[in-house]
T-cell receptor, first 117, second 112 residues
Framework: AQTVTQSQPEMSVQEAETVTLSCTYD???????LFWYKQPPSRQMILVIR??????QNATENRFSVNFQKAAKSFSLKISDSQLGDTAMYFCAFMANYGGSQGNLIFGKGTKLSVKP | KAGVTQTPRYLIKTRGQQVTLSCSPISGHRSVSWYQQTPGQGLQFLFEYFSETQRNKGNFPGRFSGRQFSNSRSEMNVSTLELGDSALYLCASRRNSNTEAFFGQGTRLTVV
């Protein structure tokens, strides 16, 4: 069975600073995807960034980037130039890739990020 | 392009009642998944439907059931409600080959 662990229940960062959220996972699968989702107070779950396990290059999306360490089963999210709108719960998620079909999303418990002015 | 729509947004039910939640996926998406979110257990997978067939199921009791219609809209039903069923129920849709899941805003169910 796959598990996802986020060891930081809460974090805070000053506006314009950089913050890194940690995530580790456990799986025996070789093909899978990893995601970071953001859930603001509106409750809408929004995809921030995704990483295919077979890609060695770390994914980036504007101010968001990941540090994917496959051997260590680590997948951290770095937010640069933090903005007030980044305040939200952040969930790390895993999804196995079984050939042509994908499994369900397995989520960590989340990290509550507060960006302070 | 319309997003994933869940109705109703809020619901209050009494123990022992049953409830039906609805999810309309993004046009063209054939997969619909349901998740339960609670403060204690976090986000847990309920089930996934694809082309009207249940493709995957999480570890929930049989009181939780679902179905998908030919237009890909999905409903989930919870019978004999318990206090512990109070949660945010999230629906997500995706295309067959697209791994990205798009979520709706959820239905907040309160059981009293």
């Amino acid at each position: 069975a796959q598990t996802v662990t986020q060891s930081q229940p809460e974090m805070s960062v000053q506006e314009a600073e950089t913050v890194t959220l940690s995530c580790t996972y456990d799986t025996s699968e070789n093909n899978y995807y990893l995601f970071w989702y953001k859930q603001p107070p509106s409750r809408q779950m929004i995809l921030v960034i995704r990483q295919e396990a077979y890609k060695q290059q770390n994914a980036t999306e504007n101010r968001f980037s990941v540090n994917f360490q496959k051997a260590a089963k680590s997948f951290s999210l770095k937010i640069s130039d933090s903005q007030l709108g980044d305040t939200a719960m952040y969930f790390c998620a895993f999804m196995a890739n079984y050939g042509g079909s994908q499994g369900n999303l397995i989520f960590g418990k989340g990290t509550k990020l507060s960006v302070k002015p | 392009k319309a997003g994933v729509t869940q109705t109703p947004r809020y619901l209050i039910k009494t123990r022992g009642q049953q409830v039906t939640l609805s999810c309309s996926p993004i046009s063209g998406h054939r997969s619909v998944s349901w998740y339960q979110q609670t403060p204690g257990q976090g986000l847990q997978f309920l089930f996934e439907y694809f082309s009207e067939t249940q493709r995957n199921k999480g570890n929930f009791p049989g009181r939780f059931s679902g179905r998908q219609f030919s237009n890909s809209r999905s409903e989930m039903n919870v019978s004999t409600l318990e206090l512990g069923d109070s949660a945010l129920y999230l629906c997500a849709s995706r295309r067959n080959s697209n791994t990205e899941a798009f979520f709706g805003q959820g239905t907040r169910l309160t059981v009293v």
